[in-house]
């Protein structure tokens, strides 16, 4: 039998989210040196709020998160309720603003993913590692 590792991600999240806040939107440990975006999220059956630290494409004024998860063959639940619940808001920095999830497609969404894996390799790696399409999501300020 494989060796399996339990993480316990809402531990990992929390702390990932204080000390985001507490530096005035920096985090260490597996996010260090990376930009960071605290998405608040709804869940899509539960209606639990929830927050997602990710680690985006910013291009000026625009947003971009990726729901690679690693590169596993599932979308992670916080993709599923961006989906349900586009209009939400996040942390970027010390601001906190509302925002409207819009899941990019076709070319736009490749030359968007190419980007963000030419700055950050790991994502071209996630990409290789599943079937799926990574889902890239725009959040557009409203």
């Known amino acids: 039998?494989?060796?399996t590792i339990d993480?316990?991600?809402d531990k990992i999240n929390r702390g990932v989210i204080t000390e985001f806040r507490e530096t005035g939107g920096k985090a260490g440990?597996?996010?260090e040196g990376?930009?960071?975006v605290l998405v608040h999220h709804t869940g899509a059956k539960s209606g639990t709020e929830r927050i997602a630290p990710?680690?985006?494409l910013l291009e000026g004024d625009r947003i971009y998160i990726f729901a690679s998860k690693g590169g596993t063959d599932e979308n992670p639940a916080w993709y599923h309720n961006l989906v349900a619940h586009p209009d939400t808001k996040v942390?970027?920095?010390t601001e906190i603003f509302p925002v409207r999830a819009r899941v990019l497609t076709g070319s736009e969404r490749d030359d968007v993913y190419a980007r963000q894996s030419a700055i950050q390799p790991q994502f071209a790696e996630?990409?290789?590692k599943t079937s799926r399409v990574i889902p890239?999501?725009?959040l557009e300020r409203i």
Do not use: N, S, T
Request: hydrophobic share 55%; proline share 8%; no cysteine.
């Open 136 to 138: 890239v999501i725009e």
């Open 29 to 31: 440990g597996m996010f």
């Open 34 to 36: 990376f930009p960071l």
């Open 126 to 128: 996630y990409q290789r």
């Open 7 to 9: 993480f316990d991600f």
């Open 54 to 56: 990710l680690v985006p």
């Open 1 to 3: 039998m494989a060796d």
């Open 91 to 93: 942390e970027l920095g």
